[in-house]
């Protein structure tokens, strides 16, 4: 892991893995997740020759907190599209809700274009309240924490029924902090919530984005998700009719988490379509 630093001094932890590889997929999670939440799919693109970065958004995981919880818009697009042009080549960039939407702002509004393609992961520019809603009270549901990782296990699996599997304690570790109070908190700042809280109040920027960006795109949807819906599907493919649709119908709005192998196969598909070159070479590797 390294770390980049953003405009206001915070330090923003980053992972590339297959360093040398082409083309770039940057990877921006969602809230409340981590760069950990694209472990399988970083996995099997860079088998397959890309070089992919992720990273903790600010607040989330191993990247610094605001000091004073003050966070904005401003800062986490700011921040995406210093990583961005990081990198050797505008990447293509992989945004899972939060992530996808800042993906969203910084293609139609930062100067030079940051990126060279744009996958939306179950998110549109205007979404379902009362999905968002229920993630909400999720993340609001245990501010004392939890004894130990079983605890947070079961409370997980009680809001994901549809995984199959428990997560491990490996792959709880990194979503927990312990506190002074010896009881295990999550690892994002619970200061961020007023900023999620207060996302609708953006829909009329991101509709104008989604309408003025002429990027190849391709919007991922999970077919149980309560985010995104035929009717804000509808509305985009309207504002963005160049962009490609694909319904994963067993997901919800964690599509990673609960089709992964179908949302690889849709992202290097979306990328094999970007590059001959490079489709060659990605389909070679996935017969082999």
Known sequence: ?????????????????????????????????????????????????????????????????APGGAYRIEQFTDDLARIARAQPQPPVLVGA???????????????????RALVL??????????????????MKAYPQGFADLAEAAEQIAAYLPQRRERKSAAQLEPLLR?????????????????MVEDSERHQPRLLAAAASVDLPMLLLSGGRSDVVSRATVAEFMQLAPHARHVELPHATHMVAGDANDAFTREIIRFVESLDQPVARKMAGNLSS
């Open 178 to 194: 312990k506190g002074a109070d010896g009881r295990l908190h999550w690892h994002w700042d619970p200061r961020l919530l007023g």
């Open 1 to 65: 892991m390294s770390s980049v630093t953003a405009a206001d001094g915070l330090a923003l932890a980053v992972e590339v893995a297959h360093p040398t590889g082409d083309p770039t997929v940057l990877f921006a999670h969602g809230f409340g997740q981590t760069r950990g939440a694209w472990t399988a799919t970083v996995s099997a693109l860079a088998a397959r020759g890309c070089r992919c970065v992720s990273f903790d958004q600010r607040g989330h995981g191993e990247s610094d907190r």
């Open 97 to 115: 809700s939060m992530g996808g939407l800042l993906g969203l702002v910084t293609a139609a509004e930062a100067s030079p274009l940051p990126y």
């Open 121 to 138: 992961v179950d998110i549109t520019p205007r979404w379902e309240t009362a999905g968002i809603a229920r993630i909400v009270t999720f």
